[in-house]
């Protein structure tokens, strides 16, 4: 799965079931991105094994 972040966000996702992920006006890379900060509730749902990537 791509990382994802909304245009003025500095905020990566990369699940696709967060209720924050971007599907308008974002950035998308293909891998982790070396800046930035990581969704907490992408990092949550990770954990938690919910993460639809
Ligand atoms: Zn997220």
């Known amino acids: 799965m791509a990382y994802r972040r909304r245009n003025g966000s500095d905020t990566w996702h ?3 079931n967060c209720s ?5 006006n974002y950035d998308e890379r293909p891998t982790k991105p ?3 900060d990581l969704c907490n ?3 949550g749902k ?7 990537k």
């Open 14 to 16: 990369w699940c696709s």
């Open 20 to 24: 924050n992920w971007p599907t308008t």
């Open 34 to 36: 070396a800046g930035g």
């Open 41 to 43: 509730e992408c990092k």
């Open 46 to 52: 990770d954990a938690a094994g919910t993460c639809k």
